[in-house]
């Protein structure tokens, strides 16, 4: 069964009730495992063993978080483990025009560097869900879809590995 990791920081509780609601929305697609961990009990086997991995950070000074970025600093002792992965990113943050989009293109551009597939959202909230203080209810509804759409994803990723034939390359 695919497997979608949540990974957040959260030092108010902010961004680990979007995390919460992120993971419900990975809930409601039928067939996908989720996990939700803090970044700080996060492994690089963590990562490696997710189909998908869905990262959350307050926004600092325009940043993920210290944390999250060591994580993110360390995971060069798996580079090309995550290539093909599904990835996506959310944030909360203390105002408006405070670096969210900055935060989340930060987080995004990790996984681009690690060959992942970042799912994005063509109507709103292009980069990620994005929330300022405490979540509200719009801004919890935008973290389920993000989870949902990336459930998905991950879902028709699977179903068309196990529809392929085998190549020359997988048999070696």
């Given at each position: 069964m695919p497997?979608?990791?949540v990974i957040y920081d959260s030092q108010t509780g902010n961004t680990e009730k979007m995390a919460q609601a992120v993971g419900e929305g990975?809930?409601?697609v039928v067939g996908v495992d989720y996990e939700i961990k803090k970044v700080d009990r996060t492994s690089l086997g963590d990562l490696v063993n997710a189909d998908g991995i869905i990262m959350g950070s307050p926004t600092y000074y325009g940043q993920m978080s210290a944390k999250l970025k060591a994580l993110i600093d360390s995971s060069e002792k798996i580079h090309g483990k995550l290539e093909g992965k599904v990835g996506a990113?959310?944030?909360s943050s203390g105002g408006t025009a405070t670096g969210?989009?900055?935060t989340l293109l930060s987080i995004l551009q990790?996984?681009?560097v690690h060959g992942m597939i970042v799912q994005g959202q063509p109507d709103d909230?292009?980069?990620g869900a994005a929330a300022v203080g405490t979540p509200r209810a719009g801004e919890l509804k935008i973290c389920r879809e993000l989870g949902s759409r990336v459930a998905k994803l991950v879902m028709?990723?699977?179903s068309s590995h196990s529809k392929e034939p085998p190549n020359k390359e997988r048999e070696k």
């Open positions: 497997r979608i990791l990975i809930g409601k990113a959310f944030t969210a989009e900055t990790t996984m681009l909230k292009h980069y028709r990723l699977a």
